[in-house]
């Protein structure tokens, strides 16, 4: 198990008063998974990423990443926000080296990989180019590959897409798809669109209103042999959009 929850609880201490964001939370996520986490806005999910990525410690129960407990962040973690977040000023080359250079692994092997990354997704003569030169598309992989760079085993993406406009993001999520699920990473992507998740997951998990507890799990094996544009045309598309969206019902 690559990621595993049990009993989860979280209660911020705010200075007004305490907030309940995630209670008994349980779930996992095996290795070379692509799960996705739907629910209602402010629910508590990029707290239930904060916790996996050790940033925030729970209130009750374990969180557990590769057989181990979570107490600090870990190497084994790579984090793709909500938005890109490349440094206009770097070049590109700057920029997918950050991660490395901030945790001091700016060796010529992870440069190597680095190199390699960028060519086996079509960026290789972008390298000197600054960030603005580059289409929506080019810099969320660009995104990608700066977390790559460190070579995580799990990526966490907090609604990676939500600033990309529709057409761009139908496009940008498969293409992002397709490179983790070419370098196998385990990954829990959180969306508010419930289209995406059933186009990219393996598995869906539907959060209740906060506190955040889970209220279904949908396993999508029926649509596994399908890229995520052509799982938009089957039929079991519809039937779990409908019923997902009934879950998220904000009058419940
Ligand atoms: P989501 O990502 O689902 O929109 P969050 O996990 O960001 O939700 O937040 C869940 C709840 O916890 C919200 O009510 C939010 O205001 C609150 N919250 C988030 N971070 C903190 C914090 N550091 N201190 C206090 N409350 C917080
Ligand atoms: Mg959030």
């Given at each position: ?69 979570v ?20 070049s ?28 086996r ?6 390298a ?7 289409s ?12 790559l ?18 057409q ?20 829990l ?23 955040a507890?889970?209220k ?6 029926v ?30």
């Amino acid at each position: 198990m690559m990621i595993d929850l049990r009993q989860v609880a979280l209660t911020y201490q705010a200075p007004d008063g305490e907030v309940e964001a995630l209670k008994d939370v349980t779930l996992s996520v095996e290795d070379g998974e692509f799960v996705s986490i739907i629910g209602p806005s402010g629910c508590g999910k990029s707290t239930l990423l904060a916790l996996i990525a050790g940033l925030e410690t729970p209130t009750a129960g374990t969180v557990m990443v590769d057989g181990e407990t979570v107490t600090v962040p870990s190497p084994k973690i790579g984090f793709m926000p909500q938005r890109d977040q490349l440094f206009p000023w770097r070049s590109i080359w700057g920029n997918v080296t950050l991660g490395l250079e901030l945790r001091r692994q700016n060796t010529p092997e992870r440069q190597a990989h680095v190199r390699t990354l960028l060519e086996r997704y079509g960026l290789d003569g972008f390298a000197h180019k600054q960030p603005a030169q580059l289409s929506g598309g080019m810099r969320q992989r660009c995104a990608l590959i700066r977390t790559l760079a460190t070579e995580p085993k799990i990526l966490l993406l907090d609604e990676p897409f939500s600033a990309l406009d529709h057409q761009t993001r139908l496009s940008v999520s498969a293409d992002i798809h397709r490179i983790i699920r070419q370098e196998g990473k385990t990954s829990l992507l959180v969306t508010h669109d419930i289209s995406e998740a059933i186009s990219l997951s393996d598995r869906i998990v539907v959060l209740s209103h906060r506190p955040a507890t889970v209220k279904s799990i949908h396993d999508l094996s029926v649509l596994h042999r399908y890229a995520p544009m052509e799982r938009r045309a089957q039929p079991e598309f519809q039937t779990l959009f409908h019923h997902i969206w009934k879950e998220l019902d904000i009058n419940d």
